[in-house]
């Protein structure tokens, strides 16, 4: 396959593409978009169709503004009722099996102290992705696309600030090719958050791929129906991205609310996660 054509370009078709659909409506025919993106109409749907499995069209109307409100009123997810992933065993998400555990609370009120962190850049479907390990496994997955960088090596350093950091992509790399490969074992996760926050992506874990859930029913989820506010706290503090699926979590109103790392890139997630699933 042509460099080109290779999987990590298509997240910066996928964003103009969003801009495009957003600017011209979901009425925009295939030739209007791809005019939209310099290319001729049979590149563009072959992209596409390669990427995510569906057409251009079909995908307009997952990258549509409604879609998220559609999701929550077709596929909504109630916790309480789906089958648990527990912390020491192992959580089934969009095909992968994951094997994860949690630092002590201890570990997590020194800030890091004693970890040593590998860290490195990497494509993934999504964009670049900087990408954290500690010799238990994956602790950190944050997408630089709309935020760059450095900020993102900032964000990330500033969770865990007494820390070791070592610069090593051949390090993170094979994680990184793990946690986009489908129906095949998944990279081991080290969580590193306060006791809450595990809570949280516990629940959010147990949210299969192409559903959605609100911040009201992970409230309920974890025992505290009130703490809306805190679940929304604690959803945005995921350290690991895609893997445990922030993104699934929408507004009771089914509006998408925010994204750590961009709302471009938690609805290309949503479009590309339905769009495979009826692939």
Not at 24 to 35: I, N, R, V
């Amino acid at each position: 396959m042509p460099k080109d054509d290779m999987q990590p370009y298509h997240y910066g078709v996928m964003r103009r593409a969003i801009d495009a659909v957003d600017r011209l409506g979901p009425q925009a025919t295939l030739e209007e978009l791809a005019a939209e993106l310099s290319m001729s109409a049979a590149h563009f749907q072959r992209l596409f169709s390669a990427w995510v499995g569906v057409s251009p069209k079909r995908y307009q109307q997952y990258l549509a503004l409604g879609h998220a409100r559609a999701l929550l009123a077709a596929r909504h997810t109630t916790l309480e009722t789906a089958q648990a992933a527990g912390l020491s065993g192992p959580g089934r998400l969009h095909d992968l099996f994951l094997r994860w555990e949690a630092m002590s609370p201890g570990d997590y009120a020194r800030g890091g102290g004693g970890l040593t962190i590998r860290y490195g850049m990497a494509d993934s479907p999504f964009g670049p992705v900087l990408a954290m390990a500690t010799d238990r496994g994956l602790c950190g997955l944050a997408f630089t696309a709309e935020t760059g960088e450095a900020a993102a090596m900032e964000d990330m350093r500033a969770r865990w600030p007494a820390a070791t950091y070592v610069e090593d992509p051949q390090a993170v790399g094979p994680a990184v090719a793990a946690a986009f490969a489908p129906r095949r074992d998944g990279p081991d996760l080290h969580l590193i958050g306060g006791p809450f926050q595990i809570k949280v992506w516990e629940a959010l874990l147990r949210i299969p791929s192409g559903q959605v859930t609100t911040y009201s029913d992970i409230a309920r989820a974890v025992g505290n129906p009130r703490a809306v506010r805190a679940v929304g706290t604690a959803v945005g503090r995921n350290p690991i991205s895609f893997l445990i699926p922030c993104h699934r979590a929408l507004r009771r109103d089914g509006a998408l609310g925010g994204y750590h790392w961009g709302l471009p890139v938690k609805r290309a997630m949503l479009a590309w996660e339905a769009a495979r699933d009826e692939a």
